[in-house]
Structure formats: structure tokens, C-alpha cells
């Protein structure tokens, strides 16, 4: 190893350097311009690269421990990778761990509880958890990490308005901490950590894997409906009176679309403006459709994906890109979806707009969502009844027009926003300030937050994300 890289806290970290660590690591140790450290580096939205000092890239908790020690002597930060979907900050002089190596999946069909690893992706789980006719509190993209979802809270499209946040049903996380101590953090031992780990994501130490429950959940009825552009507000005006009214076995969201004109779409969405329902029902068909009759007459639908159909394919409801791109995003929560927000939003993103944002999405939450698990966790979203959610697609030449669009969305939704936000929907581009992560935590969240911050990693080496200061 030839390569050398400036580090604000340490100068340069060159070969020598590392040699103890390269020693002790059964997976590889990395310096910008080496084979692999591009690769390992390389996350979902290519807008935000990281280009770390070193990368370790950890073939178990061992690694991960190593890796840690290494940070914290030379006073470096530590940023963490599995999937890298929720990517902060470029991670410039900082320690990059990466566990998509460790990608174990058992289940325990008896006990209905999974066990994963860090690296582990949920298609892995489904497709094992539906080997013994279970399911896990997946998102809406299967190919996302599992770990950081659930450490951001996790918001299912089918299970989560009956069964509540992901972090809600985590047993068991077994973490790396900022003395290099690896720690089993449940309801009954280190609960303080326990309770931070679940929604305050990244903040806490490096999870190497997570214990959560199971459910008997093999089925759904849903998928989309795609209306024209045209109907916008129709559609919109009858999903809030409509969503409002659903039971709590039953999903929705709602996203406003400019399709760019790919080949692996439909023909009738290729290059489309048209307004995607997402919905399921866990349900008989009968009575999902009995549910969706309503929106069926609100406009003429382009396109019918409604059906009953096996867990594993709940990738079919939001039909969320799989493959890396270049975007830009922001999210609010909102407090109320009132007809004057509907008419904004038309406004904004209707036929008579030239909004350039490819979608503006609406979900709706509660249920289960609002109320507080056995164990409670850091989870601040909880009692909020709307998120929403836009992006943008284009590179940084694009960056001024997308970013001024998604500012002034998130903007004129001021009147209805709550200040607490959902971790997972954050972006690179908001919740980064102290005052700002506080805002997103709530004053009374944050402190405690921060005062088990200060136990756990007093250093604050776990930084390079929406980052909880420790308590003074």
C-alpha cells in the first residue's frame, strides 16, 4: 500500500499506518485509490458520494470492534455503511465501516423471531421469513438495508399501521460502541441504549446485527392505480376524505409523478404525468375492494396493479427504483391534510404547474403507528398523520433547479408541517444543524437522547450523520 489521504484530525494516514490494523482485519482495509475502496464507498444516490480517509470493510463484529479502536485513537469520526440509502454527509477524513459482508438470516420459526446481521438487505428476510409463513415489518423498497431502516424507525405499507414501527418489535441489538465494547442491548440490559438505538439510527455505535419479531402475514391485497395528470385534484381531494376512514389493517400513499420515459415501465407510464395510489389490505379481496371503490370513482384510472397477491411482493405497491440514480430529496411531516393543502399541493405539482420534481408523495400514517410499544423507543414520529416525501432526479448541474423546487414544496407546506420528522425520510440537505436535529427529535426526545450519548460515545465519534450531540 502506497496511498496516503489528508485527515483534518491526524494530517495524513498512509500505509504504515494501518499495517496493525490490516493485521488484525479479516475483511479488507482500504485507502482511496486501492481496488475496491470505489466500490465499497459507492451508495443509492450518486449525488452523494462518500470519500472517507480509510475504509474498513468488516467481514464480522470483530472487524468492527477493530475498526472503532482504530478511529477513536487517532480521534477520527466513524461513518457507517451498509446499503448507504440514507447517505449524510461525504465522510471526509473519517473512518468508513462497512458491513455488507455480514449479510446472516435465520429465522426461528417457533419463536417467530429473526435473526440478521448487519449487512443484510430485506429481501433476504422475506424471502426466508415466507419460507415458514411469516413476515417481517418490511419497507417499501426490498432492496434496502435492514438495519438502518429499523434503527430510523421503519414504515411498513402493509404491516405498519396494524403492527406499529419496526423499531417497535426489535428484541435484541447487538452493538459496537464508541470504546470498541461490543454490547447486547434489550429491554432489560442496557435500556437506556436500547431505548436511543431505536430511532436515533447511526448515532448510538455500529449495530452488527438485530433480533425482531416475526408475524403470520402471508398475503396482501393492493398495489397501484395510476390516474392522468389531469385528475390530480380529484384524486387527491377524494384520498384525504377517504384515507381518514381506513381500518387499521388497510394502507395508503398517494404520490404526484413525472415518469421519465424509460423502457422498463408500462407503455401507457413511460415519459407520464400521472398520480399513483399506493394501498393494502390484509383482508379478503372482497372487502380491500369494497375499500377501494371510492377511489375508483374519483377519475378514470390509466392503470389498474391491484391484486391479491404473496408478501414477497410488496415491492409491487410503491414500484421504488432498485437501481442507484442521481437525486436530491426533502421531507415534512404534516400535523393535518386539510382541502387548502390539497389545493396547494395541486398548485405546485398539478397540470399547470412546471414543477421539474419526478414525485411529491403524501403517506398516510396512524394506527398502530401512534401508539407506544411494550419497549418504548426514540421513534419521534409517533402521533404525526402525514409525511411527505419529494425527489428530484438529475446531477449536481441540476442541483439549484431541483433544490429550489423541493424548498419551495416543503415550504408552502409550512402551515400544516410538525417539526418532528420521520429519521429514515431525512436528507442530506436538512436536519444537519444542532438546533435542527432537536427540532426533529422534539426538546424533550433529544435530551434524553443526548444524555445517553453522553454515556455511550462522550467523543461524539459516531457523528457523520443527523448527529445527537452529547449532553454537556
Sequence with gaps: MKQS???????????????????????????????????????????????????????????????????????????????????????????????????????????????????????????????????????????????????????????GRSRGYAADHVRLIEVVTADGVQRHATAETERDLFWALRGGKGNFGVVTALEFDLFPVTRFYGGGLYYAGQHLAAVLHAWREWVQQLPEDATSSVMVQRLPPAPELPEVLRGAFVVHLRFAHLGSPADAEGLLAPLRAAAPVLLDLMADKPLTAIGDIHLDPADPLPYYDRTTSLREVTAETIETLVELTGPDSDCPLLGVELRALGGALDREPAAPNA??????????????????????????????????????????????????????????????????????????????????????NHNIRPAA
Design 5 to 159: 489521504v489528508a485527515s483534518p484530525a491526524t494530517g495524513l494516514i498512509q500505509a504504515e499506518d494501518i499495517t496493525d490494523l490490516v493485521a488484525v482485519t479479516d475483511g479488507d482495509v482500504l485507502l482511496p485509490g486501492e481496488p475496491g475502496y470505489a466500490a465499497e464507498c459507492a451508495g443509492f444516490n450518486v449525488n452523494n458520494p462518500l470519500e472517507p480517509a480509510l475504509v474498513v470493510a468488516a467481514a464480522g463484529t470483530a472487524d468492527v470492534q477493530h475498526a472503532v479502536r482504530f478511529a477513536r485513537r487517532r480521534s477520527l469520526p466513524v461513518a457507517i455503511k451498509a446499503t448507504a440509502h440514507q447517505v449524510v454527509q461525504p465522510a471526509h477524513g473519517a473512518v468508513l465501516i462497512t458491513t455488507s459482508r455480514m449479510t446472516g438470516v435465520t429465522v426461528d420459526p417457533g419463536r417467530r423471531v429473526a435473526r440478521v446481521e448487519a449487512g443484510a438487505r430485506w429481501a433476504q428476510v422475506i424471502a426466508e421469513a415466507a419460507r415458514h409463513g411469516l413476515a417481517p415489518l418490511v419497507g417499501s423498497a426490498p432492496g434496502v438495508g435492514v438495519v438502518g431502516y429499523t434503527l430510523g424507525g421503519g414504515l411498513s405499507p402493509t404491516l
Design 379 to 464: 421513534v419521534p414520529v409517533r402521533g404525526v398523520p402525514f409525511v411527505v416525501f419529494a425527489l428530484g432526479v438529475g446531477g449536481p448541474d441540476r442541483a439549484g433547479e431541483l433544490r429550489g423546487a423541493l424548498d419551495t414544496v416543503v415550504g408552502a407546506l409550512a402551515p400544516w408541517a410538525s417539526a418532528r420528522q420521520a429519521p429514515n425520510f431525512l436528507s442530506a440537505d436538512e436536519g444537519t444543524s444542532a438546533a435542527a436535529v432537536r427540532a426533529i427529535y422534539g426538546p424533550e426526545r433529544y435530551d434524553r437522547l443526548a444524555a445517553v450519548k453522553k454515556v455511550y460515545d462522550p467523543g461524539n465519534l459516531f457523528r457523520v
